[in-house]
T-cell receptor
Framework: AQSVAQPEDQVNVAEGNPLTVKCTYS??????LFWYVQYPNRGLQFLLK??????LVKGSYGFEAEFNKSQTSFHLKKPSALVSDSALYFC????????????FGKGTRLHILP | DTGVSQDPRHKITKRGQNVTFRCDPI?????LYWYRQTLGQGPEFLTY????????KSRLLSDRFSAERPKGSFSTLEIQRTEQGDSAMYLC?????????????FGSGTRLTVV
């Protein structure tokens, strides 16, 4: 069965500094990987996904993520953080060998300090 | 229709009452998913439909929970005899079954509070 681990409950970063939100995954086959963001009392908004090809994926709002197959990781990154990036971030995985649902991590709260 | 709609946005109910939530997916999406999100946790899968057929149910979906999608369009999620542990955000999402790389479109959720 697939699973996702987000080892940090919260990440604090000063505005203007680079940020990284960590994610590792486990699937029996090959993964589709996703990052979503959630603002208070809202649903999840899609940020970016890895399907195949280039290991560095670019998404919305200047975010990018790097797929590392040997480390089974898909860390979310941004070169320069904004206060408006403060939100809850979820990593998610789907096994593309199986017609299955997306499984989410428990989330990481990103707090950008002005 | 440009997104997934959920109704109501908020529901407060007394323990023991029944509640029903509605989800309207994106019209061309044939798959519809229900997830539950409690405080400090990620969304947990409950069940999903392809057209009107319910294809999978999680062990989280106790006998008090039932979901339907009678005409393959909107879906309802009913909770009978609500308990305080049912308090959560209930999220609906939709997708096309032929596009496994698609990351779902989520609604804004229904926040349930059982008092």
């Amino acid at each position: 069965a697939q699973s996702v681990a987000q080892p940090e409950d919260q990440v604090n970063v000063a505005e203007g500094n680079p940020l990284t939100v960590k994610c590792t995954y486990s699937v029996s086959g090959n993964p589709y990987l996703f990052w979503y963001v959630q603002y208070p009392n809202r649903g999840l908004q899609f940020l970016l996904k890895y399907i195949t090809g280039d290991n560095l994926v670019k998404g919305s709002y200047g975010f990018e993520a790097e797929f590392n197959k040997s480390q089974t990781s898909f860390h979310l990154k941004k070169p320069s953080a904004l206060v408006s990036d403060s939100a809850l971030y979820f990593c998610a995985v789907r096994d593309w060998n199986r017609d299955d649902k997306i499984i989410f991590g428990k989330g990481t709260r990103l707090h950008i300090l002005p | 229709d440009t997104g997934v709609s959920q109704d109501p946005r908020h529901k407060i109910t007394k323990r023991g009452q029944n509640v029903t939530f509605r989800c309207d997916p994106i019209s061309e999406h044939n798959r519809l998913y229900w997830y539950r999100q409690t405080l400090g946790q990620g969304p947990e899968f409950l069940t999903y439909f392809q057209n009107e057929a319910q294809l999978e149910k999680s062990r989280l979906l106790s006998d008090r929970f039932s979901a339907e999608r009678p005409k393959g369009s909107f879906s309802t999620l009913e909770i009978q005899r609500t308990e305080q542990g049912d308090s959560a955000m209930y999220l609906c999402a939709s997708s096309k079954s032929l596009d496994r790389a698609y990351g779902y479109t989520f609604g804004s959720g229904t926040r349930l509070t059982v008092v």
